[in-house]
């Protein structure tokens, strides 16, 4: 922080003095008055204007807060920033030397950066390089995690459709069993959700935090998505309590695989995407949720229309799946 020092010049007129004052007394005086209106900080020697003192105090720590942030810092390939920043000199037109394209990927992998220059010496347009460099490098990131995203909405969009017809049609359960076993989910999800939420914040991987539970999640959940419909079918076939037991106990063990990586999917975005930049990747997420749940709809609507399955007494449900 700056000392705030002052000086009487000849040929400057000061209206706070007049001549003849004697300034060894008046000084004092003035500073303690300053003092007592709290206009001025006073810490050891030094006196601070109260509005730059609280502004330095702020920009200190700050500073320190970015320089020890105990998040997992996110990190960039060398490779992908190459890329991006070779297309944002082509939609800028733009050519960066080699000290502007250091200062670029140094800010780019650093939590603090201090960019200096005189005036016309470019740092504006590294600023603008920076800023596009980033926003493309995060929405390749967005996409990434928002796959997973779209992926559970695709699923509940076929779990909610197509399970119910199963349970009425296939095993003849009345509404009231079907609605109890289509509830479980949201039953499961007060317990599962925050508890693998929690866990996932605890956990440290090669593979990161919330990886090793999405891929865990992804691959038990395929597999189990793909036995429903073959007992479904068996059980068509050939009717029995045993395969309507194991239908439910694998519904339930989907369910669970379902929630052991929704939560970190989900807290994934934040994990990997600057806190300035969040609410347009939460925007990015949610709309590949969206398109998720259109896709299967798409889908569906091709292969099962109205006009193949009215009437028929079971639907394989098997190529959807």
């Not at 001025?40 to 030094?46: A, D, H, L, Q």
């Not at 939609?91 to 201090?114: C, H, M, N, R």
């Not at 076929?158 to 049609?169: A, C, E, G």
């Not at 935090?209 to 479904?232: E, F």
């Amino acid at each position: 922080m700056s000392r705030m020092t002052g000086t009487v010049s000849r040929g400057i007129r000061c209206p706070i003095f007049k001549e003849g004052d004697d300034l060894v007394k008046i000084i004092p005086d003035t500073i303690i008055e300053a003092g007592h209106k709290r206009k001025i900080v006073i810490e050891g020697k030094r006196i601070y204007p109260k509005s730059l003192y609280n502004s330095e105090q702020e920009i200190a720590y700050d500073l320190y807060r970015l320089m020890n942030n105990r998040d997992e810092p996110i990190e960039y390939d060398e490779d992908e920033i190459d890329r991006c920043l070779e297309d944002v000199q082509a939609e800028l037109s733009i050519t960066y030397g080699q000290d502007q394209l250091q200062a670029i990927k140094d800010a780019i992998k650093s939590p603090v950066f201090l960019l200096t220059g005189g005036p016309g010496t470019g740092k504006t347009t590294i600023l603008r390089g920076i800023t596009e460099v980033y926003m493309k490098l995060n929405n390749k990131r967005t996409v990434l995690v928002g796959l997973a995203f779209l992926s559970i909405c695709a699923f509940w969009q076929m779990y909610d459709n197509v399970v119910p017809l199963i349970l009425t049609k296939t095993f003849h359960l009345n509404e009231t069993f079907s609605g109890a076993i289509m509830a479980a989910d949201n039953i499961l999800a007060l317990f599962l959700l925050p508890f693998f939420g929690t866990l996932s914040d605890r956990t440290n991987t090669k593979l990161g935090k919330r990886t090793p539970y999405i891929l865990g999640g992804t691959l038990a959940a395929v597999i189990l998505l793909n036995i429903l419909p073959l007992l479904d079918n068996s059980y068509y076939s050939a009717a029995s309590a045993g395969k309507m037991i194991a239908f439910i106990v694998v519904l339930g063990l989907l369910l669970i695989s379902m929630g052991t990586y929704r939560s970190p999917a989900v807290a994934l975005m934040p994990d990997v995407t600057p806190k300035p930049l969040r609410s347009r990747a939460n925007a990015i997420i949610n709309l590949m949720g969206a398109v998720g749940g259109i896709i299967y709809l798409a889908i569906a609507a091709v292969m099962y229309p109205n006009s193949k399955v009215l009437g028929l007494d079971h639907v394989n449900y098997q190529p959807l799946f």
